[in-house]
């Protein structure tokens, strides 16, 4: 694979500027696009369920269901995350992909932390915590505006007794990410991770 590494230092900088890992940002990429700015895919089923009631004009509802760019975020998302450039071919654009991506992946690593913070504690349980803020629940609950994860940028040891580790985080929001789709993903990624410290 010949990563130019103009991409890598992009995502690199996106990512510590969400306050997220770079290496889990580049491996993310890696999985996704394999560093391909051009990569799309089309998504049929997540069109009939979710984009096809939006009643929305045809061009518009066959690119929100398309995955575009590096992170490969989903046209819905985009919208969702307020992208509104005309077209959504736009997030083929390396920042415009990464600067979405890592805003939606920062939401999921905050869920990811909410739902594994409330499942520690005594008693407790993710469940309707998580659907509430669903906007797209194939990907993983969606929301805009969602609290930030308060530890974002900690040393990875930094854990407070009983909250989850930076591993654990990381697992969790790997698969909201996915949203399921494959049962392996987050291990996937996870492989890459090494590559990029």
């Known amino acids: 694979m010949n990563i130019g590494p103009s991409l890598i230092a992009l995502a690199r900088d996106t990512a510590s500027r969400n306050g997220l890992d770079p290496a889990i940002v580049c491996a993310i990429v890696e999985q996704e696009s394999a560093w391909d700015s051009h990569a799309m895919r089309y998504e049929g089923a997540f069109r009939a369920k979710y984009v096809a009631p939006l009643g929305l004009s ?12 590096l992170m490969q975020v989903m046209g819905q998302v985009a919208r969702e995350y ?6 959504l071919s736009a997030l083929c654009e ?31 349980t993710a469940g309707s915590q998580c ?5 797209t629940a194939t990907l993983g609950c969606v929301s805009i505006g969602a609290p930030r994860c308060p530890d974002r940028g900690a040393p990875a040891d930094a854990t407070p007794a009983g909250s989850p580790t930076r591993p654990e ?7 909201l990410w996915n949203g399921g789709a494959n049962a392996a993903y987050a291990d996937q990624v996870l492989e890459h991770v090494a590559r990029y410290r």
């Open 58 to 69: 045809p061009t518009e509802e066959i690119a929100r269901s398309i995955s575009w760019g």
């Open 82 to 87: 307020g992208f509104a450039e005309k077209f």
């Open 94 to 124: 390396p920042e415009a992909g990464v600067t979405v991506g890592c805003a939606v992946f920062a939401e999921k690593l905050a869920l990811a932390e909410r739902e594994l913070s409330a499942v520690s504690a005594p008693g407790g």
């Open 131 to 135: 659907i509430s803020a669903c906007k």
């Open 169 to 175: 985080l990381h697992r969790r929001a790997l698969q």
